[in-house]
């Protein structure tokens, strides 16, 4: 079947899952955003998306911007995550995840797809991920199909980054994999729900020098001799195939030659900053190399008078396009047999 099955985009940031998949032959209806530089970022990458720029709690009725065969949503993960404040539920940025169960009741897509970091699956005891999965079964009849994959094992992209991802498909309530341990194992790798299959691991053959460049970059992501850290930096950092990371108060050497988990607050200040020696000197990485490391195309790119710290910000923020894209084309085979 050749049909081009639409999708519905909440919280798009500056649209990677949009780009997934687009790539994966889905055509992108709608998509909505909040933060206005993540806005023009997307416009000026995406100027055919019809992206709304408005409060997800303001859309009062979601049918009104229309109807798409799948609803995608990397809702806010600060909630959720080791470095915020543990509140889950309770803070009201994981309410989001209400809003996108809002959109699926009301829309009644046929699959939805969620993204999430890894320490959703873990959060507060499990209690969390098991209030998403009885609204996504029981309040919304959908399947719940949670796994966790690593871009240097599902993306070919040389960049550490563990995220949880959950798919599902309409009035298939009763497929649910709710042992995130056993969906990681690759234990259910062919499920019921018209044989959706989560991605099998893929060889890596990139490596960080094809996300770097090496010339000579703009001054202000060098660390120069006056700079408080330089000295500590000029006697930790001694590789050029290596991407390390200030934390805090130390460097830290990535010696499995991957790139880590690049972060929201990486071009804030001191911390989880990746950093690297290129033949001009010492300095972070760019917000164009941080793209590539997500695994971006070359002609993605910010607008020029984007802020850097904005930048890194929406990089930090985004998925690893080529592991969504993955995910992207296991669903359109499942709709595909529907």
């Keep these: ?29 709608w998509a909505n955003e909040i933060d206005k530089n ?3 970022t997307y416009r000026k990458n995406h100027p055919d998306n019809g992206l709304i720029e ?24 600060q909630a959720f995550s080791l470095a915020g404040y543990r509140n889950g539920f309770k803070d009201p940025r994981g309410n989001l995840f209400f809003e996108t169960a809002r959109f699926i009741e009301s829309i009644k897509p046929e699959a939805f797809f969620l993204e999430n970091v890894k320490n959703l699956a873990g959060h ?12 996504i079964i029981k309040e919304l009849g959908y399947s719940f199909i949670p796994f966790i994959l690593n871009s240097k094992d599902f993306g070919n992209t040389p960049q ?12 298939e309530a009763y497929v649910s994999y709710y042992n995130i341990e056993d969906a990681d194992k690759r234990k259910y790798s062919n499920t019921r729900t018209y044989n959706f299959k989560i991605p099998d691991p893929i060889p890596l053959t990139k490596n960080i020098t094809d996300c770097i460049n090496y010339n000579k970059q703009d001054k202000r992501f060098y660390y120069l001799c006056d700079h408080m850290y330089y000295n500590i930096l000029k006697t930790e950092m ?35 900053v990746p950093l690297i020696i290129d033949d001009y000197g010492i ?28 930048c890194y910000k929406q990089a930090g923020n985004s998925v690893v396009v080529p ?5 992207a084309e296991n669903i359109k085979k499942v709709l595909d047999i529907k």
Excluded at 124 to 135: E, H, N, R, V, W
Excluded at 160 to 171: D, H, L, P, S, W
Excluded at 323 to 327: A, F, G, K, N, Y
């Design 323 to 327: 592991v969504v894209e993955r995910i």
């Design 1 to 29: 079947m050749n049909k081009e099955y639409t999708v519905g985009s909440m919280f798009a940031g500056i649209g990677g899952i949009c780009l997934a998949f687009k790539k994966a032959g889905f055509k992108i209806r």
């Design 124 to 135: 507060d005891k499990g209690k969390t991920l098991k209030i998403i999965k009885d609204t």
């Design 160 to 171: 550490t980054r563990e995220r949880i991802y959950i798919v599902g498909f309409k009035n």
């Design 238 to 272: 001694t590789k050029k195939d290596t991407v390390y990371q200030w934390r805090r108060v130390y460097v830290r050497e990535n010696k499995s030659n991957l790139c880590p988990t690049l972060t929201a607050n990486m071009g804030t200040g001191g911390h989880n």
């Design 283 to 310: 300095r972070k990485l760019t917000p164009k190399e941080c793209l590539n490391f997500q695994g971006f195309p070359d002609n993605f790119n910010f607008p020029d008078d984007m802020a850097i710290s904005h």
């Design 54 to 77: 408005e409060d997800v709690h303001n859309i009062q009725n979601p049918l009104d911007i229309g109807y798409v065969d799948v609803i995608t949503a990397g809702f806010p993960c």
């Design 38 to 40: 993540a806005c023009i």
